[in-house]
């Protein structure tokens, strides 16, 4: 895996919003891999901001998001879609019918066929970005005794829920969600992480420089062979 050490979030975002630009400008009918939370929200706005100044195109590119929680309706306001829709889609030309997201109330076992077999439809997942868990998960992948394979239900850990129960303030947060496995993320031909903050250089420390192991998730991305991991000073702060 290679590392890149940016000052702070905003520089990663800007170094991250251009290498999707020019990955797109180069395949404009390419397959993105995307994810939501607070790590990724930089590189959305430098991208939303390259599309208005008509430097990027999105209107052949499709995507697929990695988790959405369950027995929530997609379009409540602190779903995972209606997250891509305000901070992504609403904001580029993108064709929603190729935008895809996993369905957290569906049968699991039938949505992760589908899934996948909407990927495998599209060629697989050219780049597929991905932020970190303080935990080291990737996607919602947890801490658990094997790596996953195709997306699955998962019970979300008290580190994750503590995490993001922040964002819900008129319903508790679901327990559980439906997420992309380590199997099908580690298919993407390329994959780019972003981790910032304080919070994660521990996350940071034992994804680059532990074992790898599916008690830290993220620790699989050593055996990509094209994974970018994007740091800032905060992140990288306990490495060796
Ligand atoms: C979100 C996702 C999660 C987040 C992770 C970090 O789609 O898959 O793995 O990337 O929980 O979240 P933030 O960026 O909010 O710190």
Redesign the pocket.
């Known amino acids: 895996m290679e590392l890149k050490i940016f000052k702070n979030p905003e520089e990663i975002g800007e170094a991250c919003g251009k290498l999707y630009a020019d990955y797109i400008n180069s395949n404009p009918r390419c397959v993105l891999g995307?994810?939501?939370?607070?790590?990724?929200?930089p590189t959305y706005k430098c991208l939303s901001r390259m599309c208005g100044e008509g430097k990027v195109s999105f209107k052949d590119v499709s995507t697929f998001?990695?988790?959405e929680y369950c027995d929530i309706p997609k379009t409540h306001k602190n779903s995972?879609y209606t997250f891509m829709c305000e901070n992504l889609f609403s904001k580029t030309d993108i064709n929603m019918d190729n935008v895809d997201f996993l369905d957290g109330n569906a049968d699991p076992q039938e949505e992760s066929e589908r899934y996948a077999k909407a990927i495998l439809d599209k060629g697989g997942i050219d780049i597929q970005l991905?932020?970190?868990?303080?935990n080291g998960?990737?996607?919602?992948?947890e801490p658990a005794d094997s790596f996953s394979d195709e997306a699955y239900k998962v019970k979300l850990t008290d580190s994750?829920i503590e995490?993001?129960s922040i964002y819900f303030d008129d319903i508790p947060m679901p327990r559980y969600a439906v997420?992309m496995g380590i199997g099908s993320i580690m298919r993407a031909k390329k994959i780019i992480l972003?981790?910032?903050?304080k919070?994660?250089a521990g996350a940071v420390l034992d994804m680059t420089e532990g074992p790898v192991t599916p008690r830290c998730p993220a620790s699989i991305l050593q055996q990509h062979s094209d994974a970018v991991i994007f740091l800032d000073e905060d992140a990288a702060s306990l490495l060796r």
Do not use: C, V
């Open positions: 995307l994810a939501t939370g607070a790590t990724p929200l998001n990695l988790d995972f991905l932020g970190i868990g303080r998960h990737i996607a919602f992948n994750t995490a993001n997420t972003i981790a910032t903050g919070s994660k």
